[in-house]
């Protein structure tokens, strides 16, 4: 830091300096010869200011006005000197340049390199992931199957868990679940890296027969699932249906509303002297129903409608074959609709022809046999005849 200049030695020169200024002023308006008889006061007043001793007065001893103005322009002054060099001490602050992208320049040979790179490093994670057991299966999900079990259809997939992805075959796969009779269609993807999908639609279970104890079930395709025994749920089971009645029976469930078909408990196939084509019908709530296995599927759905007009206390027989009546409970009528009900049902004339005719068929059959084995034992006896002779 530089020393503090003296107040006094300051002071004394601002004065000075004044007076030069003031001096040189007059100079230049009074002309040459003024200026000199000013020079020659001046120098005879100088002394008596010089002295300090006609006047009794120091320099210490001037006027309030003038100590306060030169003071204060000390102050500025010294104040002036201290901020130059504050400012001198800081560091320039640089301005902030925006941010420009470097322009690169796109040739045929930079794009032939970089092209080359890429395919480099794609080639070597194919080449990594085909070799390495990332790329075994690692995950199979079912979905979409209620009937058929997720074992049953791992085992037609002719792949596990551990095979290499690119080497499974998924159409190979979707043609042996496609053979299950319950499958309606399937789909069998690949999930990369390293998962299977399997997804599948079943037909839907509309029915259920008895089978030595067990229940097997009845699709909406007039298929039965012999060797998946079921408990029955949400559909009735078919008592003594074969061929035709069958069909025909399953047809119409799948007009019945799902929430009527769910009261049903079973269906019995009870031909009489006057129809051939009548059933009996057992409702959850104890009611039930006679009709014609032709026709009865939409008229099953007015069930909830009827029971309301014949009223919840009242149980009987509803028969809706024909028109549509109630037989109560102990009437002759009711007694006579369920008599036999539980027997097996005579068989329609169509199945007595279809029988008939395969006996004759048969018959052809076993006299073409007997003629064939004569005209061979004829054939032998005369190459023998010939032989002895």
């Given amino acids: 830091?530089?020393?503090e200049p003296d107040i006094n030695d300051m002071r004394e020169k601002l004065r000075r300096q004044k007076k030069?200024?003031?001096?040189s002023l007059e100079s230049r308006l009074l002309g040459s010869e003024k200026s000199e008889a000013d020079e020659k006061d001046n120098q005879t007043e100088l002394p008596e200011e010089n002295s300090g001793e006609g006047s009794g007065k120091t320099s210490e001893q001037e006027s309030p006005e003038a100590l306060s103005d030169d003071s204060v322009i000390i102050e500025n002054h010294y104040d002036y000197d201290k901020n130059t060099e504050a400012e001198s001490n800081k560091t320039p602050v640089k301005e902030k340049q925006p941010f420009k992208m470097p322009k690169i320049k796109i040739t045929p040979a930079k794009i032939?390199?970089?092209s080359a790179v890429v395919f480099i490093i794609i080639l070597g994670v194919l080449i990594w992931y085909t070799a390495s057991s990332a790329s075994n299966v690692k995950q199979i999900t079912f979905s979409g199957n209620h009937v058929i079990?997720?074992?049953e259809l791992s085992g037609r997939l002719q792949f596990e868990e551990g095979d290499k992805m690119f080497s499974i075959n998924t159409t190979r796969a979707e043609e042996n679940i496609a053979l299950l009779p319950v499958i309606v269609d399937v789909t069998v993807e690949r999930e990369w890296w390293n998962s299977v999908h399997v997804s599948v639609n079943e037909y839907n279970i509309i029915a259920y027969i008895e089978?030595?104890?067990?229940?097997?079930?009845?699709?909406n395709n007039a298929r039965v699932l012999r060797g998946y025994p079921v408990s029955p749920s949400n559909g009735p089971i078919l008592y003594q249906f074969e061929g035709e009645?069958?069909?025909n029976v399953i047809d119409e469930m799948e007009n019945i509303n799902t929430d009527i078909l769910a009261r049903i408990s079973e269906i019995h196939y009870s031909p009489s002297e006057n129809s051939n084509t009548r059933i009996h019908i057992f409702m959850n709530d104890g009611q039930e129903v006679v009709a014609d296995y032709r026709d009865f599927g939409e008229k099953m759905n007015h069930y909830i409608g009827m029971k309301e007009e014949i009223g919840e206390d009242n149980t009987g027989i509803i028969d809706i074959e024909i028109g549509s009546s109630f037989l109560p409970y102990g009437s002759s009528e009711a007694e006579d609709v369920k008599?036999?009900?539980y027997e097996e049902p005579v068989q329609a004339e169509y199945i007595d022809s279809i029988n008939s005719s395969l006996?004759?068929?048969?018959d052809t059959l076993n006299q073409m046999g007997q003629d064939s084995e004569s005209s061979s034992e004829n054939e032998n006896e005369g190459e023998n005849s010939n032989s002895s002779e």
């Fill in 245 to 247: 009645e069958f069909e």
């Fill in 112 to 114: 032939i390199t970089a």
């Fill in 339 to 341: 008599r036999g009900i």
């Fill in 149 to 151: 079990t997720d074992e």
């Fill in 20 to 23: 030069e200024k003031n001096q």
């Fill in 211 to 219: 089978n030595e104890g067990t229940f097997n079930p009845v699709m």
């Fill in 359 to 362: 006996v004759g068929v048969k």
């Fill in 1 to 3: 830091m530089p020393k």
